[in-house]
């Protein structure tokens, strides 16, 4: 019964194309700017993973010092956390460009920019993703450590972090999926990412339904193997029932 009301929609949905439309799409606009385009979807890669490694990075020590530290310091991360998780990323952007060179006096390029805003949000995130994921690690191994006299660092590293990783997969992927579609505003800054090549792109050629559609496969399949990456991570790391 599903397969036929699939083979339905997909029929209504063939019944509604314009295929004469269709055939007037120029293919060839695609092939010749190939290049340019993948260069642009390379960047993004780049551009987001570098991001999250550094809001990974900063994200884990902001959550170990809300474990550690005194209620004024909590409060302090809870609030840094509260304000970039809440922001949206335009916004941010505009504002790590244009308005943090005037409160400093230091200018940043573009790129520089777009990897601050990035990486200042996906810090937000991940601190509380690495806080839920510490919590969830159970207190007796958080005793069994203190027990055995492990110092502080070899407690953390060694028993406590490995745990948490494990439980903050999930959460991780969706968050690095999120930004890698997100990293598409960076456009606004011509940053050189996917979208901002597509854009130059299809303004010189006035193509805008081949390079927008072609874009949109791109970042689908970055999407699709990030995803598969991201459940194979999670199944080769889950702890044996």
Not at 52 to 69: E, N, T
Not at 116 to 131: E, G, M, N, V
Not at 185 to 197: I, K
Request: glycine letters at 8%; charged letters at 10%; proline letters at 5%.
């Amino acid at each position: 019964m599903s397969l036929v009301l699939g083979l339905g929609v997909v029929a209504a949905i063939l019944a509604t194309v314009n295929w004469s439309f269709v055939g007037t799409l120029d293919a060839s606009v695609i092939v010749k700017y190939s290049g340019p385009l993948l260069e642009g979807a390379g960047k993004t890669l780049v551009i987001t993973a570098v991001s999250l490694v550094a809001g990974f990075v900063l994200g884990g020590c902001l959550a170990i010092l809300y474990q550690l530290a005194p209620r004024l310091v909590r409060a302090a991360i809870w609030a840094y956390v509260e304000v970039f998780r809440n922001l949206p990323l335009i916004v941010l952007l505009f504002w790590t460009h244009f308005g943090l060179p005037m409160l400093t006096g230091y200018s940043t390029s573009a790129l520089q920019s777009g990897l601050l805003a990035l990486t200042l949000q996906s810090s937000a995130y991940l601190t509380d993703i690495t806080r839920a994921g510490i919590q969830a690690v159970p207190r007796g191994q958080f005793e069994a450590a203190r027990a055995l006299g492990l110092p502080v660092a070899s407690r953390w590293f060694d028993v406590i972090l490995p745990q948490a990783l494990r439980i903050m997969i999930p959460p991780f992927s969706n968050v690095a999926l999120s930004f890698l579609s997100g990293s598409s505003l960076l456009t606004v800054l011509q940053v050189g990412e996917l979208m901002t090549m597509a854009t130059r792109i299809s303004d010189y050629t006035f193509k805008p339904i081949e390079v927008m559609t072609t874009a949109a496969a791109v970042y689908f399949v970055m999407n699709f193997v990030v995803g598969k990456l991201a459940k194979w991570l999670e199944v080769s790391t889950r702890t044996p029932a």
